[in-house]
């Protein structure tokens, strides 16, 4: 009977005139044998066209990511994590991070090991978020059933029974991706630029580039040489970024970003490298590595050549070792696989390109500045400059962790500190063990110091709420933060607070940070709260990890004609349909659309709500309703259009006054 009730209820939305109940994923699932005890689970998405699937692995604070879940059973083991293959990678605006998803089709591997020859079937589970340009639907749970006779079999989606066999071809790179290892290449080659004008590698340019000119019979060897010399220096670092693929692999690296201890580590090293970089100590190989390439050069040819290269490498290791090791991580925690590789590729062309420029036209030499005081002062920049990046590491593990140890306001500081610092130093007023007797400054470093200084200072207004767009990838999000609505901001209630419309705060109700929004997350109390001050409610069916909910707080809910409605017009319930937050004991509820399955979190009860009562399952969705809960207008979706939206509030709430 509940069966026949939910189908009734199904058609009942799909029928209604204003139905906007999507269903863009069918799953379906087969077994591949791969030895008697052996077997891999083989699930598979067919994603509808503009709409994308999010991956396992997702920064925190973004997305709801794919997650699947097996009953497991004295049967069968499982062997490692589930696999996926590789999907399109892009830098979300809203969340200010790398994120990766699956369009059209996506394909996913469990392997198991069996451990009885009875097993016959295996039941999973896959929770997933899927979203278009438009909208994000709330995260959607979808039961698996696995044959290990080998038969496939088709699973439907929640909504639709309806299955998908026939699926468009997974594309394997996208410009999105080419875009993200373009990135870290352009990053590696200016580091290794920058590599290239540290005292430990810049003195070595005219030296080794004299040493083929002049060992070489002829102009055109001592080019070649030079040009061999550079493709060694290349192969080297390459061969170091294939090691740190080859070590991790793409499922480590995908997971690095989020991985609280890989984070923490990374704090340490960065710090490690960035006090070394100041002067405290230096960082080297073992001398005897050195000596033996030193041996193995002498044998002249190309090996020579080689260990010539792999001289240098080892030499230089105090200047460049904190550089590599910094691109490695951030090129490790961008999730591809080959990014290690991309990195080393452009840090090592760089260091390459002047060997054989300059061997090739030797007379640039005299061009070249004369070594000095300026290769240290570069080479503690760095160290400034990698100091602070660590902190953004230390950052990712509290996120995780949510420790609240260094929230936005607490890592503003620290940035401010040290780049305030590193401005003092460029202007001459702090030395260091290493640098030289400073007389006078140039007017680069004086350039250089006065853009450190405008930095720092534009860094400032951020402990009081500001935005800072040009460091917004940084910083923890603005919400994350000691007071949400800037430093020396009391809310209401509190003593010495602003005066305003709400005065204090009622029950269940919380101000929305940054716009001041007076707000419940409880349906009961909010609608109470609206019959008690005669207001029309909005009901915001929105989720922690939707971006055009976001989208719209930051850029329509903010704009001078719509803000003073949300805050003074009507009384604001937001249903957040992704909290994760479990229901209290004994007040689950069985689905309505799921029969035989309890509804478990907070997040699935307003998303069973919002399918049921309003026919529709995306975010962000708004709607005007009277103390009788009957809609004043058509419900809205997502509206970046601020006058349509300012419109649509306004002829609601002149609806709710005229009646």
């Not at 995780?400 to 590193?422: K, M, N, P, S």
């Not at 020396?488 to 209630?493: M, N, V, W």
Request: glycine share 6%; proline share 5%.
């Amino acid at each position: 009977m509940r069966k026949i009730l939910a189908l009734l209820t199904l058609l009942l939305l799909f029928s209604t005139s204003y139905a906007q109940i999507h269903d863009p994923v069918k799953w379906s699932t087969s077994v591949e044998k791969i030895s008697d005890t052996e077997y891999d689970l083989i699930i598979k998405a067919s994603i509808e066209d503009k709409w994308h699937l999010y991956s396992q692995n997702v920064p925190q604070d973004g997305p709801i990511p794919t997650t699947f879940a097996f009953e497991e059973t004295d049967q069968f083991e499982l062997v490692d994590s589930v696999i996926e293959e590789e999907g399109h990678t892009v830098h979300d605006p809203v969340f200010d991070m790398e994120i990766k998803y699956f369009e059209n089709q996506a394909v996913f591997k469990q392997r198991i090991k069996l451990k009885s020859e009875n097993t016959l079937k295996i039941i999973g589970e896959v929770e997933f978020m899927v979203c278009d340009d438009a909208s994000c639907l709330p995260p959607t749970y979808v039961d698996l059933e696995f044959n290990i006779s080998g038969e496939k079999v088709a699973v439907a989606s929640v909504d639709n029974n309806e299955t998908k066999e026939t699926v468009a071809p997974i594309k394997k790179k996208d410009d999105s991706t080419n875009k993200s290892l373009l990135t870290i290449f352009i990053i590696a080659f200016l580091s290794g630029f920058a590599a290239l004008l540290t005292p430990c590698v810049f003195p070595m340019i005219p030296m080794t580039v004299s040493f083929f000119t002049k060992q070489s019979k002829s102009k055109a060897a001592g080019v070649k040489n030079a040009v061999i010399y550079g493709a060694s220096i290349v192969i080297i670092y390459v061969l170091l970024g294939m090691l740190v693929s080859a070590i991790f692999g793409a499922d480590a690296l995908n997971a690095l970003s989020t991985n609280v201890w890989f984070n923490v580590i990374f704090f340490i090293l960065l710090i490690v490298f960035a006090v070394s970089f100041l002067g405290a100590f230096e960082l080297t190989l073992p001398s005897s590595w050195g000596t033996k390439a030193d041996a193995q050069a002498d044998r002249g040819g190309l090996i020579g050549i080689f260990f010539m290269a792999l001289a240098l490498a080892i030499v230089s290791f105090s200047c460049t070792g904190p550089i590599v090791g910094y691109l490695l991580v951030e090129a490790a925690v961008s999730g591809s696989q080959i990014g290690p590789i991309v990195g080393m590729f452009g840090f090592s062309l760089a260091l390459a390109i002047p060997f054989a420029l300059f061997a090739a036209f030797p007379g640039w030499l005299n061009s070249l500045p004369k070594s000095g005081g300026w290769l240290n002062t570069v080479k503690v920049v760095l160290g400034f400059l990698e100091l602070a990046l660590a902190f953004k590491f230390l950052s990712n593990a509290d996120l995780v962790l949510q420790l609240h140890w260094l929230e936005r306001e607490v890592f503003l500081a620290i940035w401010i500190a040290v780049f305030g610092v590193l401005a003092f130093y460029l202007f001459g007023k702090i030395q260091l063990p290493h640098d030289s007797p400073l007389t006078h400054i140039s007017v680069g470093r004086l350039s250089l110091g006065l853009i450190v200084l405008s930095f720092t200072i534009y860094m400032i207004p951020g402990l009081w709420g500001a935005p800072l767009n040009l460091i917004s990838a940084f910083p923890p999000a603005q919400h994350y933060s000691e007071s949400p609505y800037g430093v020396g901001f009391k809310k209401l209630g509190e003593a010495g607070a602003s005066t305003s419309n709400h005065g204090d705060l009622p029950e269940g109700a919380h101000l929305m940070a940054p716009h001041n929004i007076l707000a419940f997350n409880d349906y009961d109390l909010g609608l109470a709260y609206a019959k008690k001050v005669n207001k029309p409610v909005m009901l915001d069916f929105t989720g922690h990890a939707c971006v055009n909910c976001r989208k719209m707080e930051q850029n329509v809910w903010v704009e001078d004609h719509v803000l003073p409605i949300l805050k003074n017009d009507i009384v604001l319930i937001s249903l957040y349909v992704d909290d994760k937050r479990p229901l209290p004991e004994g007040m689950e509820i069985e689905s309505k659309l799921r029969p035989g399955k309890k509804l478990r979190y907070i997040g699935q009860k307003w998303s069973e709500f919002q399918t049921i009562k309003y026919q529709a399952n995306a975010q962000p969705f708004y709607v005007l309703m009277d103390h009788n809960e009957d809609n004043l207008m058509d419900p809205a979706g997502y509206t970046p259009d601020a006058d349509e939206y300012h419109d649509w509030l306004k002829e609601g709430i002149s609806k709710f006054n005229n009646k």
